[in-house]
């Protein structure tokens, strides 16, 4: 069963601070890899999603990369404003596998 | 464009109750899912259909029926609702399929749930 990971589960940054999110998984045969942005009390939004032959995408101020041999993506969200205040949540779709495995999200808070 | 819409956004039922929960995409989409919400548990998938007419069980489907009532619509029943059940219900969908370059997952805004 894929395992996905994402620590520390809060985190605090000043603006303008590039933010570093980490996600880990235990299974490396993937078929994508998918970030998504959570607002309080709102449903989910599609960042990023990298393919499993891909090594990175990229969006604006966003950024993610993939390692699929050490069961690694990261998001980098360059120069950190208040309005990216919210929860990121990562996502594994498997080979074969028509569902997502999330991880618990990192709730990241950026202060003025 | 309005995406995946869900019905109702709010609901409060008593033990025993039953409801359903409505779910419609206009993307042509045809997979669709539900997920829970807990603090502390993350999202866990419920039920899906990989396309109308089929539907396969999650993580948690006990307590839960769906219906795919056509490539639209995908509904979620509670039969006798329990506080256990409490919780963020979310109707996801996207599409999939060799042809398909981007299968990214388009959520609802969600139905909040309280069982007494």
């Known amino acids: 069963k894929q395992e996905v990971t994402q620590i520390p589960a809060a985190l605090s940054v000043p603006e303008g601070e590039n933010l570093v999110l980490n996600c880990s998984f235990t299974?490396?045969?993937?078929?994508?890899l998918q970030w998504f942005r959570q607002d309080p009390g709102k449903g989910l939004t599609s960042l990023l999603l990298?393919?499993?032959?891909?090594r990175e995408q990229t969006s604006g101020r966003l950024n993610a990369s993939l390692d699929k041999s050490s069961g690694r993506s990261t998001l980098y969200i360059a120069a950190s404003q208040p309005g990216d205040s919210a929860t990121y949540l990562c996502?594994?779709?498997?080979?074969?596998?028509?569902?997502?495995?999330f991880g618990k999200g990192n709730q990241v808070v950026v202060i003025p | 464009n309005a995406g995946v819409t869900q019905t109702p956004k709010f609901q409060v039922l008593k033990t025993g109750q039953s409801m359903t929960l409505q779910c419609a995409q206009d993307?042509?989409?045809?997979?669709m899912y539900w997920y829970r919400q807990d603090p502390g548990m993350g999202l866990r998938l419920i039920y899906y259909?990989?396309?109308?007419?089929?539907?396969d069980k999650g993580e948690v489907p006990n307590g839960y029926n769906v219906s795919r009532l056509n490539k639209r619509e995908f509904s979620l029943r509670l039969e006798s609702a329990a506080p256990s059940q409490t919780s963020v219900y979310f109707c996801?969908?996207?599409?999939?399929?060799?042809?398909?370059?981007?299968?990214?997952?388009?959520f609802g805004s969600g139905t909040q749930l309280s069982v007494l």
């Open positions: 996801a969908s996207k599409q999939t399929g060799v042809w398909v370059i981007n299968e990214k997952l388009f």
């Open positions: 299974d490396s045969a993937i078929y994508n």
């Open positions: 990298i393919q499993s032959s891909q």
């Open positions: 996502a594994v779709m498997n080979n074969g596998n028509n569902r997502l495995a």
């Open positions: 993307m042509n989409h045809n997979s």
């Open positions: 259909s990989a396309s109308e007419g089929t539907t």
